[in-house]
């Protein structure tokens, strides 16, 4: 069982950045599929960027180039870094592990991309 706090998120112009961060209650180093996921208003959830079980990071067509998903095993934290943000990037963005069948989510942060 794992907690996750998302944290990073906020108000920014088009093409600013920011630095999404989640946060687990225990040590990471074993969890290989971990995620960032982002939903916005009156849409799905989709899937932005994430760890595959081998490690490869793999991101959605929409943020190749612009965003970055990275680990520090060390602090239990996983990043997402994003840069020339649009703002059909607003959405609210979680963090999603999975461990063996199960998956857990955070409570999510909020990224608004103003034009």
């Known amino acids: 069982q794992v907690q996750l706090v998302e944290s990073g998120g906020g108000l920014v112009q088009a093409g600013g950045s920011l630095r999404l961060s989640c946060a687990a209650s225990?040590?990471?180093?074993?969890?290989?599929?971990m995620s960032w996921y982002r939903q916005a208003e009156g849409k799905q959830r989709e899937l932005v960027a994430g760890?595959?079980?081998?490690?490869?990071?793999n991101y959605a067509d929409s943020v190749k180039g612009r965003f970055t998903i990275s680990r520090d095993n060390a602090k239990n934290t996983v990043y997402l870094q994003m840069n020339s943000l649009k703002p059909e990037d607003t959405a609210v963005y979680y963090c999603?592990?999975?461990?063996?069948?199960?998956?857990?989510w955070g409570q999510g942060t909020q990224v608004t991309v103003s034009s």
């Open positions: 760890f595959s079980s081998g490690g490869d990071p």
């Open positions: 225990r040590n990471i180093f074993s969890l290989k599929v």
């Open positions: 999603r592990v999975r461990i063996g069948l199960l998956d857990y």
